[in-house]
């Protein structure tokens, strides 16, 4: 796998929302969740309840798209994470080691019974405007 730009990492880093977007039938639908982002294994980690129409929707079509955002009106400050990326509900050690993560990143999590996914990105795409006007900072995962 080639390596990912710090500047992208870092600001994944720096945010814990992000717009995960499903589609069924032509039919999109996104929803916002807080999330960890595992570095070595390049995983979203976030939580959602199985009966969502998101998670539904994960089933029919595991294919997803997303955005992490800086909200700001200030142009030359303009940032943004654009995703793709596969979407699994985690099991085993994988449970785990999500698990752990997510809940030392929000820890009063333990009090929701709920599921976690992961997303498996395979491109990653940042606007950068701190950097010039439309600057964009590219990884693809294939």
């Given at each position: 796998?080639?390596?990912?730009?710090?500047?992208?990492?870092?600001?994944?880093k720096e945010?814990?929302?992000l717009?995960?977007a499903?589609?069924?039938?032509?039919?999109p639908?996104?929803?916002?969740?807080?999330?960890?982002?595992?570095?070595?294994?390049?995983?979203?980690?976030?939580?959602?309840?199985?009966?969502?129409k998101?998670?539904?929707d994960?089933?029919?079509?595991k294919?997803?798209?997303?955005?992490?955002?800086l909200?700001?009106?200030?142009?030359?400050?303009?940032?943004g994470i654009?995703?793709?990326?596969?979407?699994?509900?985690?099991?085993?050690?994988?449970?785990?080691?999500?698990?752990?993560?997510?809940?030392?990143?929000f820890?009063?999590?333990?009090?929701?019974?709920?599921?976690?996914?992961?997303?498996?990105?395979n491109?990653?795409?940042?606007?950068?405007?701190?950097?010039?006007?439309?600057?964009?900072?590219?990884?693809?995962?294939s």
């Amino acid at each position: 796998m080639n390596k990912i730009d710090s500047r992208i990492v870092s600001f994944i880093k720096e945010h814990h929302v992000l717009t995960i977007a499903t589609s069924i039938k032509n039919a999109p639908y996104c929803a916002n969740c807080f999330y960890v982002y595992l570095e070595k294994e390049n995983v979203f980690i976030f939580t959602s309840d199985i009966d969502t129409k998101h998670a539904q929707d994960f089933f029919k079509n595991k294919n997803v798209a997303g955005s992490i955002v800086l909200e700001t009106k200030t142009i030359s400050k303009i940032q943004g994470i654009q995703f793709n990326g596969i979407i699994s509900k985690l099991e085993n050690e994988e449970l785990k080691i999500g698990r752990k993560a997510y809940m030392k990143r929000f820890p009063y999590a333990v009090l929701m019974k709920t599921t976690l996914w992961a997303v498996n990105i395979n491109f990653l795409k940042m606007t950068h405007n701190k950097l010039g006007f439309g600057k964009k900072l590219i990884w693809n995962g294939s």
